[in-house]
């Protein structure tokens, strides 16, 4: 089984930075995409940003420019360094990690959500 537990969310004015982490742990052989999504009240889940294990990294148009992705392969930790947040960006973040388990099966784990509210 493999756990992943998130922080880093809470509230912050508009023109603030948060730092969400996700760690990973558990019964992992490797590590492959991992990414962070967020879900906005009355809208679907949507990808912010993702990163590869080959380090290739995409973006959701509307955070280029200001959220980065990073990952710590020795840590099995992901990252979203969020800057000049906007209220819009306000919703519930989730990390999504795609493990080849040691029992070499390739399954895809959610995080359990962190907050993040941006205030005007």
């Known amino acids: 089984q493999v756990q992943l537990v998130e922080s880093g969310g809470g509230l912050v004015q508009a023109g603030g930075s948060l730092r969400l982490s996700c760690a990973a742990s558990g019964s992992i052989f490797s590590i492959n995409a991992m990414g962070w999504y967020r879900q906005a009240p009355g809208k679907q889940r949507e990808l912010v940003a993702a990163i590869t294990s080959g380090g290739r990294i995409n973006y959701t148009d509307s955070v280029k420019g200001r959220f980065t992705i990073s990952r710590d392969n020795v840590k099995n930790t992901v990252y979203l360094q969020m800057d000049s947040l906007k209220p819009e960006d306000t919703a519930v973040y989730y990390c999504?990690?795609?493990?080849?388990?040691?029992?070499?099966?390739?399954?895809?784990?959610w995080g359990q959500g962190t907050q993040v509210t941006v205030s005007s």
């Open positions: 999504k990690v795609v493990v080849l388990t040691t029992t070499l099966r390739l399954n895809e784990y």
